[in-house]
């Protein structure tokens, strides 16, 4: 009976065709996926070119094959612009299926932007970035899965050749574009010390996202983030981070920090990442609540990063099951050129 619940709710949502926080992708290692927090990241590095690959799945054990399986594939590099600023071009794609109607998005889209240096030194900077990204949606479910009340007795019972309480759906795959612009403002005070802060809007063009043939606009999304990293000593740094995002009447805010163990030189690139972080969210109309502790830990080596995270939820959902959470995981790698121009931006 649990299975056939969670697969009507997500039907229930999937043909409200609102604004779903379900459907707009998070990663729970934000810091690790900075096209998809704000396209103002985009060639924001320290190295020329980045390629990052990120995937997540969620809430396994309530819905089993069901679950939300949500991955991720980015690309950007920067290029130099007179002595001091920066140019930003990148390109991502994404996708995030769930339930027993493959309610799915996929996503491509094309970033840019432009770093602009307000002050500082060579080892010792500030700068504002301004970025933009256009993308394509495709939002399809496929209802040879689907579970109509009709044909449920009440009694955890089901009948799949009752017929009577489908729903008309006119559309069940179709395109639509989204536009999002973002700023971002770090500093960066030497070679172990930096902080960043950032605002982007995604959705701006509120497109109609309905299943049915009416207009369903999706909400714009607020995105605040806030990141850094600070030395205790030679060895050992703070890294703390916080995104909240609010949309339509939907909120949610993670906060948390890690411990950075240099294990070398800062030119060997080699550290590793232990933290925690926490998530809160708000039900409509109940508010605020508590959705889950995230423990995490990365691995630096070289060029490469790699992030392993997972989400213990302590929400209601968690009456689902002891291991009903999320597992993600996260890889990076920077393509380092010849150019030497000085320390440009924080380590992510």
């Not at 432009?114 to 394509?136: C, E, N, P, Q, T």
């Not at 030395?231 to 948390?256: A, C, K, T, W």
Request: glycine share 12%; aromatic share 14%; net charge neutral.
């Amino acid at each position: 009976m649990r299975f056939t619940k969670n697969v009507l709710v997500l039907l229930v949502f999937v043909l409200s065709g609102s604004s779903l926080m379900s459907q707009d992708i998070h990663f729970s290692q934000f810091y690790m996926s900075p096209l998809n927090l704000n396209p103002a990241m985009t060639g924001v590095m320290n190295c020329n070119t980045r390629i990052v690959a990120n995937y997540r799945n969620q809430w396994s054990q309530a819905i089993q094959g069901d679950a939300y399986n949500t991955y991720s594939v980015s690309y950007d590099q920067k290029i130099a612009v007179g002595r001091s600023d920066f140019f930003g071009i990148g390109g991502s794609f994404w996708g995030d299926r769930a339930g027993a109607v493959s309610y799915g998005t996929t996503q491509g889209r094309i970033s840019f932007s432009y770093s602009k240096k307000m002050g500082g030194y060579r080892k010792s900077a500030h700068y504002l970035v301004f970025g933009a990204d256009a993308g394509i949606n495709q939002r399809s479910i496929d209802l040879t899965g689907a579970r109509w009340p009709s044909q449920h007795d009440g009694n955890g019972g089901f009948d799949g050749s009752l017929t009577g309480g489908e729903i008309n759906i006119t559309d069940t795959d179709f395109l639509h574009a989204d536009l999002s612009a973002g700023l971002l403002w770090f500093s960066v005070l030497d070679d172990r010390n930096s902080y960043y802060v950032g605002f982007a809007l995604h959705h701006l063009n509120q497109p109609n996202v309905s299943f049915l043939n009416n207009n369903e606009a999706l909400t714009s999304r607020l995105t605040l983030h806030f990141g850094g990293e600070f030395e205790m000593n030679r060895d050992i740094s703070l890294v703390p981070g916080l995104v909240y995002m609010s949309q339509g009447q939907h909120m949610q805010f993670n906060f948390g920090t890690s411990v950075r163990f240099n294990l070398g030189s800062r030119s060997d690139g080699q550290s590793w990442q232990l933290g925690g972080w926490y998530r809160i969210g708000n039900k409509v109309p109940s508010g605020i609540h508590s959705d889950a502790f995230i423990l995490m830990t990365r691995f630096d080596y070289g060029n490469y990063g790699i992030g392993f995270s997972y989400d213990i939820t302590v929400s209601k959902l968690s009456q689902a099951g002891t291991a009903n959470g999320a597992f993600e995981f996260s890889l990076n790698y920077l393509i380092c050129g010849p150019e030497k121009r000085s320390v440009y931006c924080p380590r992510f």
